[in-house]
Protein backbone atom coordinates (compact mmCIF):
# COMPACT_ATOMS: atom_id res chain seq x y z
CA UNK A 1 0.00 0.00 0.00
CA UNK A 2 1.25 3.65 -1.15
CA UNK A 3 0.62 6.49 1.40
CA UNK A 4 0.80 9.42 -0.35
CA UNK A 5 0.85 12.79 1.30
CA UNK A 6 2.33 16.63 1.13
CA UNK A 7 4.67 18.17 3.21
CA UNK A 8 5.93 21.52 4.35
CA UNK A 9 9.60 21.06 3.77
CA UNK A 10 11.18 21.68 0.81
CA UNK A 11 8.97 24.92 -0.41
CA UNK A 12 11.46 26.45 -1.70
CA UNK A 13 10.43 25.09 -5.28
CA UNK A 14 6.75 25.98 -5.43
CA UNK A 15 4.99 28.91 -7.56
CA UNK A 16 2.35 30.45 -5.45
CA UNK A 17 -0.38 33.09 -6.91
CA UNK A 18 -2.65 34.81 -3.95
CA UNK A 19 -5.63 36.76 -4.85
CA UNK A 20 -7.32 38.90 -2.29
CA UNK A 21 -10.37 41.06 -1.83
CA UNK A 22 -10.55 44.56 -1.33
CA UNK A 23 -13.50 44.66 0.14
CA UNK A 24 -13.26 43.98 3.81
CA UNK A 25 -9.71 44.87 3.35
CA UNK A 26 -9.41 45.17 7.42
CA UNK A 27 -9.57 41.67 7.04
CA UNK A 28 -8.08 40.16 4.11
CA UNK A 29 -5.33 42.54 4.68
CA UNK A 30 -5.06 40.94 8.17
CA UNK A 31 -5.56 37.31 6.28
CA UNK A 32 -2.72 37.68 3.61
CA UNK A 33 0.07 39.42 6.26
CA UNK A 34 -0.56 35.88 8.41
CA UNK A 35 -0.36 33.97 4.99
CA UNK A 36 2.65 35.49 3.99
CA UNK A 37 4.07 35.15 7.63
CA UNK A 38 3.80 31.68 7.01
CA UNK A 39 4.66 30.72 3.54
CA UNK A 40 8.16 33.32 4.41
CA UNK A 41 8.75 30.74 7.44
CA UNK A 42 8.75 27.62 5.04
CA UNK A 43 10.96 29.00 2.77
CA UNK A 44 8.67 30.90 0.38
CA UNK A 45 10.28 34.21 -1.19
CA UNK A 46 7.66 36.64 -0.41
CA UNK A 47 9.79 39.97 -1.36
CA UNK A 48 8.30 42.57 -3.81
CA UNK A 49 11.08 40.84 -6.77
CA UNK A 50 10.30 37.57 -5.59
CA UNK A 51 9.68 34.65 -9.22
CA UNK A 52 7.97 32.34 -6.41
CA UNK A 53 4.42 34.68 -5.27
CA UNK A 54 1.85 36.58 -7.07
CA UNK A 55 -0.83 38.55 -5.08
CA UNK A 56 -3.44 39.91 -6.90
CA UNK A 57 -6.20 42.28 -5.47
CA UNK A 58 -9.85 42.02 -6.43
CA UNK A 59 -12.51 44.38 -5.56
CA UNK A 60 -14.63 41.41 -3.45
CA UNK A 61 -15.09 37.47 -2.95
CA UNK A 62 -17.18 37.35 -5.96
CA UNK A 63 -14.26 38.07 -7.98
CA UNK A 64 -11.79 35.55 -6.55
CA UNK A 65 -13.23 33.03 -8.78
CA UNK A 66 -12.30 34.39 -12.57
CA UNK A 67 -8.91 35.80 -11.10
CA UNK A 68 -7.84 32.32 -9.96
CA UNK A 69 -9.14 31.06 -12.97
CA UNK A 70 -6.85 33.05 -15.29
CA UNK A 71 -4.12 32.87 -12.94
CA UNK A 72 -4.14 28.73 -12.43
CA UNK A 73 -5.00 28.75 -17.06
CA UNK A 74 -1.21 30.11 -17.05
CA UNK A 75 -0.10 27.13 -15.86
CA UNK A 76 2.96 29.09 -13.90
CA UNK A 77 1.95 28.63 -10.15
CA UNK A 78 1.33 25.08 -8.17
CA UNK A 79 -1.62 26.63 -5.89
CA UNK A 80 -3.72 29.76 -5.92
CA UNK A 81 -5.08 30.81 -2.65
CA UNK A 82 -8.10 33.12 -2.06
CA UNK A 83 -8.47 35.04 0.62
CA UNK A 84 -11.64 37.22 1.43
CA UNK A 85 -14.57 37.70 4.06
CA UNK A 86 -17.81 37.92 3.41
CA UNK A 87 -19.71 38.99 6.64
CA UNK A 88 -23.59 38.30 6.75
CA UNK A 89 -26.08 41.54 6.87
CA UNK A 90 -29.58 42.08 6.86
CA UNK A 91 -30.04 40.99 3.11
CA UNK A 92 -29.59 37.81 1.34
CA UNK A 93 -26.05 39.40 -0.62
CA UNK A 94 -24.42 37.49 2.02
CA UNK A 95 -25.90 33.73 0.57
CA UNK A 96 -25.38 34.85 -2.74
CA UNK A 97 -21.98 35.86 -2.84
CA UNK A 98 -20.54 33.18 -0.61
CA UNK A 99 -22.11 30.90 -2.58
CA UNK A 100 -20.92 32.03 -6.17
CA UNK A 101 -17.25 32.03 -4.42
CA UNK A 102 -17.16 28.80 -2.85
CA UNK A 103 -18.79 27.41 -6.12
CA UNK A 104 -16.57 29.17 -8.63
CA UNK A 105 -13.44 28.47 -6.66
CA UNK A 106 -14.00 25.05 -6.36
CA UNK A 107 -15.00 24.35 -9.99
CA UNK A 108 -11.88 26.50 -11.16
CA UNK A 109 -9.80 24.26 -8.73
CA UNK A 110 -11.85 20.86 -10.70
CA UNK A 111 -11.53 22.32 -14.18
CA UNK A 112 -7.67 23.16 -14.12
CA UNK A 113 -6.39 20.34 -11.79
CA UNK A 114 -4.59 23.04 -9.90
CA UNK A 115 -5.33 23.46 -6.32
CA UNK A 116 -7.12 26.82 -5.18
CA UNK A 117 -7.92 27.14 -1.70
CA UNK A 118 -10.66 28.62 -0.07
CA UNK A 119 -9.81 31.40 2.09
CA UNK A 120 -12.59 33.62 2.37
CA UNK A 121 -14.14 33.78 6.20
CA UNK A 122 -18.00 33.65 6.10
CA UNK A 123 -18.92 35.04 9.71
CA UNK A 124 -22.05 36.61 11.45
CA UNK A 125 -19.83 39.60 12.53
CA UNK A 126 -17.07 41.88 12.31
CA UNK A 127 -16.21 40.54 15.65
CA UNK A 128 -15.76 36.77 14.25
CA UNK A 129 -14.10 38.08 11.22
CA UNK A 130 -11.56 39.92 13.34
CA UNK A 131 -11.00 36.78 15.75
CA UNK A 132 -10.28 35.00 12.60
CA UNK A 133 -7.91 37.01 11.08
CA UNK A 134 -5.94 37.77 13.90
CA UNK A 135 -7.05 38.60 17.52
CA UNK A 136 -7.44 34.93 18.28
CA UNK A 137 -5.79 33.24 15.60
CA UNK A 138 -4.77 34.55 11.64
CA UNK A 139 -6.58 31.87 9.35
CA UNK A 140 -4.59 33.26 6.57
CA UNK A 141 -1.43 30.87 8.57
CA UNK A 142 -3.87 28.08 7.93
CA UNK A 143 -4.78 28.73 4.53
CA UNK A 144 -0.87 29.04 3.52
CA UNK A 145 0.17 25.75 4.96
CA UNK A 146 -3.13 24.04 3.15
CA UNK A 147 -1.09 25.40 0.05
CA UNK A 148 2.01 24.13 1.09
CA UNK A 149 0.51 20.77 1.31
CA UNK A 150 -1.06 20.37 -1.47
CA UNK A 151 1.48 22.14 -4.37
CA UNK A 152 3.80 19.90 -2.40
CA UNK A 153 1.17 16.92 -2.64
CA UNK A 154 0.63 17.40 -6.35
CA UNK A 155 4.07 17.98 -7.33
CA UNK A 156 4.49 14.48 -5.25
CA UNK A 157 1.48 12.60 -7.92
CA UNK A 158 3.07 14.39 -11.53
Known amino acids: MATIEGTFQNSSSLRVAIVVAR?????????????????SRHGIDVSDSSKQLDIAWVPGSFELPIISQQLAR?????????????????????????????????????????????????????????????????LGWSYALQALEMGSLMNELS
Open 74 to 138: QRKYDVVITLGAVIRGDTPHFDVVVSEASKGIATVSRDTGVPIIFGVLTTDTMQQALERAGIKNN
Open 23 to 39: FNDLITSKLLSGCLDCL
